[in-house]
């Protein structure tokens, strides 16, 4: 199995997406709706999307773009694939219409929670997309190389998987529509890699990946900044969100021990 080159690279694809699924098992253990434990979730999951954008995405991308295009000029362009970025999430946020909870009006701060772990649905999707492509093109190469980035990517989608299935579970006391949304998130990966075998090997390029991960950490960040953060304080529990955004901030550097 593992000597076909474009196999083993599929099923480590298929295996690091898929550990988005393990995030989502914390839903089991959840036995009733806790606005804090909401608070706690969605500051997590703004601090592991801060954390990925800045420590992984970023530095990759002007990694892969300074190999063309030098070191100084890597950086420029890859701030503005990051304003790319932030004005791609901004333009699909202005179509997807949310109210704003006001505690002053007695909202439930509940109603956007489905919507914020859509739109996370989405950006993590976007995120392992081209992940699936980068771990398909190490494993094809090499099966070490291919295998170390594979386990990698899965302990950062653990934690991913989190910022997904949480809100959706609180949003609609549903397990499966959590498990289902966090599992279309985890399949962009595998999905990517596909199509990096089918389509993608004769155009994909360092330059075009740079530009890729650049975007999508402006998409990220958006989100964090814009859904997540907001989202998590809106229930009371400010100390709470805080510490539980700095500790996603500082859990996703620990897995590059691996």
Known sequence: MFQDPSLRALIFSVAAGLATLLGALIIFITKKKSEKLVTISLGFAAGVMISVSFTDLYPNAVDLLSETAGERLSIVLSVLFLVIGVL????????????EFDSTLGDTPHQNLFRTGFV???????????????TFMAGYENMALGASIAVAIALHNIPEGISVAMPIYFATGSKKKAIQYTFLSGIAEPIGALLAFLFLKPFISNSLLGAVFGIVAGIMLYIAIEELL??????????QA?????????????????
């Open 88 to 99: 791609i999430a901004s333009s699909i946020d202005k179509l997807v219409p949310h109210q």
């Open 120 to 134: 996370s649905m989405l950006a993590i999707g976007l995120h392992n997309f081209p992940e699936g492509i980068a």
């Open 230 to 239: 907001p989202s998590s304080r809106q229930y009371g529990y400010g100390k």
């Open 242 to 258: 805080l510490t539980a955004i700095f500790a996603g901030i500082c859990f996703m550097p620990l897995t590059h021990i691996i």
